[in-house]
T-cell receptor, first 115, second 116 residues
Framework: DTGVSQDPRHKITKRGQNVTFRCDPI?????LYWYRQTLGQGPEFLTY????????KSRLLSDRFSAERPKGSFSTLEIQRTEQGDSAMYLC?????????????FGPGTRLLVL | AQTVTQSQPEMSVQEAETVTLSCTYD???????LFWYKQPPSRQMILVIR??????QNATENRFSVNFQKAAKSFSLKISDSQLGDTAMYFC?????????????FGKGTRLHILP
């Protein structure tokens, strides 16, 4: 069973550019979550999907952020007009089902640096 | 709103010793889950242990055990016979007991160093 994978692992971009990250969950996992982790902090929830449906978005997710999971498998997170404050580790997690009994498995993250 | 507080930013212990990481949380929920996650250097986060709030018995997983005090809203992690591979960032985390709201709320973490 391959784990959650994320691509790219590192991204350096200039302020104002658009970036897109990809997350491939564990096969047949229905739930997919995005979290953001800044230096010295724990991960913070951004959004999550049940299959292809986006069920909740955090207030942290400004209108410059958009996430999709078009076929209920992989997901993309796009940030438009990046700002220096977007620099962070973006973590993806997936779980087989909903709730606390279902373990969320995390990917290695995409580290974004906005210059 | 739920909050999770870890008051120990960093700890160091000798290999084979026992170490306890502290965590307190705040919630008005009666049923919920608590977790400890481990994030090794440059590696992905993994679940260490899970506790359901309605279960009075403290969860254990091999060398890892918790002390869950619901009334005090305290959830500490004890690592026995610590090993070099336990060196990592440890996050205490909270989740509501609702399938439609199963996002994890994390504390800021405790960086644990196991010394040879």
């Amino acid at each position: 069973d391959t784990g959650v994978s994320q691509d790219p692992r590192h991204k350096i971009t200039k302020r104002g550019q658009n970036v897109t990250f990809r997350c491939d969950p564990i096969s047949e996992h229905n739930r997919l979550y995005w979290y953001r982790q800044t230096l010295g902090q724990g991960p913070e929830f951004l959004t999550y999907f049940q299959n292809e449906a986006q069920l909740e978005k955090s207030r942290l997710l400004s209108d410059r952020f958009s996430a999709e999971r078009p076929k209920g498998s992989f997901s993309t997170l796009e940030i438009q007009r990046t700002e220096q404050g977007d620099s962070a580790m973006y973590l993806c997690a997936s779980s087989l089902g909903a709730g606390g009994q279902e373990t969320q498995y995390f990917g290695p993250g995409t580290r974004l640096l906005v210059l | 709103a739920q909050t999770v507080t870890q008051s120990q930013p960093e700890m160091s212990v000798q290999e084979a010793e026992t170490v306890t990481l502290s965590c307190t949380y705040d919630t008005s929920e009666n049923n919920y889950y608590l977790f400890w996650y481990k994030q090794p250097p440059s590696r992905q986060m993994i679940l260490v242990i899970r506790q359901e709030a309605y279960k009075q018995q403290n969860a254990t997983e091999n060398r890892f055990s918790v002390n869950f005090q619901k009334a005090a809203k305290s959830f500490s992690l004890k690592i026995s016979d610590s090993q070099l591979g336990d060196t990592a960032m440890y996050f205490c985390a909270f989740m509501k007991h609702e399938d439609r709201d199963d996002k994890i709320i994390f504390g800021k973490g405790t960086r644990l160093h196991i010394l040879p």
